[in-house]
């Protein structure tokens, strides 16, 4: 078990809804990543959060956005589903932002788009 | 853009030999790289790592080896047990315009048969 919890495990939706996913972060960590596992594909990194502040961007959608909250928590929402969307997305947290620092990986969300 | 790759999908070892997996990566502005290893149905979970001021690091039954002049990483398991069957990443990270994000090759899928 890292402590990175993520919300929910599986979500199956129609094309053009919107949902919302959570990330907490291991106790005392400051910094959220959310990654992006598409079929056959490696992690593609999509946002960071740093103590509430964004603080990179990856390939991520404009129809995508994220944010940290003051408890640290994270939410990536996703709008205007299309059926690419499906996949499997990661929170991890690191206590700094340093690239030195490894990351700790939730179980990550299940994402079905039909 | 695919900045670390891992051109053996898969890999199948016997138990009690040398896993060798191979990861190569094209940007020399990467200086920090990592082994996670990935169980079905569960996020990565961090095995090793390197820094580039280094050629080797080792840990148990793990060692990573880095040759910076040929943009080369690989993690050697020895011996290799069937616990060992996962999916193992390698991921770099340095100077980006995506912060201190991860950036991961797509895997390859180690099965360790008795």
């Known amino acids: 078990d890292s402590g990175v919890t993520q919300t929910p495990k599986h979500l199956i939706t129609a094309t053009g809804q919107r949902v919302t996913l959570r990330c907490s972060p291991r106790?005392?960590?400051?910094?959220v990543y959310w990654y992006q596992q598409s079929l056959d594909q490696g992690l593609q990194f999509l946002i960071q959060?740093?103590?509430?502040?964004?603080?990179a961007k990856g390939n991520i959608l404009e129809r995508f956005s994220a944010q940290q909250f003051p408890d640290l928590h994270s939410e990536l929402n996703l709008s205007s589903l299309e059926l690419g969307d499906s996949a499997l997305y990661f929170c991890?947290?690191?206590?700094?932002?340093?690239?030195?620092?490894?990351?700790?990986f939730g179980p990550g969300t299940r994402l079905t788009v039909l | 853009d695919q900045q670390v790759k891992q051109n053996s999908p898969s890999l199948s070892v016997q138990e009690g030999r040398i896993s060798i997996l191979n990861c190569d990566y094209t940007?020399?502005?990467?200086?920090?790289f990592l082994w996670y290893k990935k169980y079905p149905a569960e996020g990565p979970t961090f095995l090793i790592s390197?820094?580039?001021?280094?050629d080797k690091n080792e840990d148990g039954r793990f060692t990573v080896f880095l040759n910076k002049s040929a943009k080369h990483l690989s993690l050697h398991i020895v011996p290799s047990q069937p616990g060992d069957s996962a999916v193992y990443f390698c991921?770099?990270?340095?100077?980006?315009?995506?912060?201190?994000?991860?950036?991961f090759g797509k895997g390859t899928s180690l099965l360790v048969t008795p």
């Open positions: 991890a947290s690191s206590v700094e932002e340093t690239r030195h620092n490894e990351q700790f």
């Open positions: 991921a770099a990270s340095g100077i980006s315009n995506s912060g201190y994000a991860l950036n």
């Open positions: 106790s005392g960590d400051l910094s």
């Open positions: 940007n020399s502005m990467f200086d920090y």
């Open positions: 959060y740093y103590n509430g502040e964004e603080r």
């Open positions: 390197i820094s580039s001021i280094k």
